[in-house]
Nanobody, 122 residues
Framework: QVQLVESGGGLVQAGGSLRLSCAAS??????MGWFRQAPGKEREFVAA????????YYADSVQGRFTISRDNAKNTVYLQMNSLKPEDTAVYYC?????????????????WGQGTQVTVSS
């Protein structure tokens, strides 16, 4: 079993930045992703990257504003979020996928963190 622990969420004004971190107890076999879920909405894909560096992949809504990166030595994945908008407000989840192929569907991911709240005020 892999444990994922997120950190870095908080309250920020529109246009501001936050960096989320996800520390894994051990490296999953293939890829790590970030998803988010706003109240009353389905969980949606944000970004993903493989441990070997394939990708990254981004949702259209965050392309150009968010950057996913990894530190293999620390088994940690980051999500740098810039130019934040109120519509980015959600609980952000880190997730791990054991095997290829790449997917942006939360159904395929095997391991999940507890989530961290990101709130962007207008």
């Amino acid at each position: 079993q892999v444990q994922l622990v997120e950190s870095g969420g908080g309250l920020v004004q529109a246009g501001g930045s936050l960096r989320l971190s996800c520390a894994a107890s051990r490296r999953t076999a293939y890829a790590m992703g970030w998803f988010r879920q706003a109240p009353g909405k389905e969980r949606e894909f944000v970004a993903a990257i493989t441990w070997s560096g394939i990708g990254p992949y981004y949702a259209d809504s965050v392309q150009g504003r968010f950057t996913i990166s990894r530190d293999n030595a620390k088994n940690t994945v980051y999500l740098q979020m810039n130019s934040l908008k109120p519509e980015d407000t959600a609980v952000y989840y880190c997730a791990g996928d054991r095997e290829p192929p790449f997917s942006n569907s939360y159904v395929k991911y095997d391991y999940w963190g507890q989530g961290t709240q990101v709130t962007v005020s207008s």
